[in-house]
Nanobody
Framework: QVQLVESGGGLVQAGGSLRLSCAAS????????MGWFRQAPGKEREFVAA????????YYADSVKGRFTISRDNAKNTVYLQMNTLKPEDTAVYYC?????????????????WGQGTQVTVSS
């Protein structure tokens, strides 16, 4: 069992920045990768970014590449999503997820554990 708790969401103006945090607890040693997904009203949950825990390989959706940065602090079992140059289209509930095995990092169905989500709202 792995528990994930997101924080850092909020309301920000377009062009601003937010940093999301996801603290993992429980059987964190079993985590292969952690990812961020987002879901806007009426839309499917979409991949944002992922990082493999051991090797630190990074993956980004094209829509956020160059603006968002995913990172992790191994000692704190925490993954971060630094979001810069935010756009209104970034508005969504952002979810942290953990993947136990190497799989399709971009596919929500491949992840085993999920946080509760944190709302990010970007105003124009």
């Amino acid at each position: 069992q792995v528990q994930l708790v997101e924080s850092g969401g909020g309301l920000v103006q377009a062009g601003g920045s937010l940093r999301l945090s996801c603290a993992a607890s429980g059987r964190t040693y079993s985590v292969y990768a952690m990812g961020w997904f987002r879901q806007a009203p009426g839309k499917e949950r979409e991949f944002v970014a992922a990082i493999t825990w051991s090797a630190g390989r990074l993956y980004y959706a094209d829509s956020v590449k160059g603006r968002f940065t995913i990172s992790r602090d191994n000692a704190k079992n925490t993954v971060y999503l630094q979001m810069n140059t935010l756009k209104p289209e970034d508005t969504a509930v952002y979810y942290c997820a953990a993947e136990r095995y190497s799989s399709k990092y971009y596919a929500p169905d491949e992840y085993d554990y999920w946080g509760q989500g944190t709302q990010v709202t970007v105003s124009s």
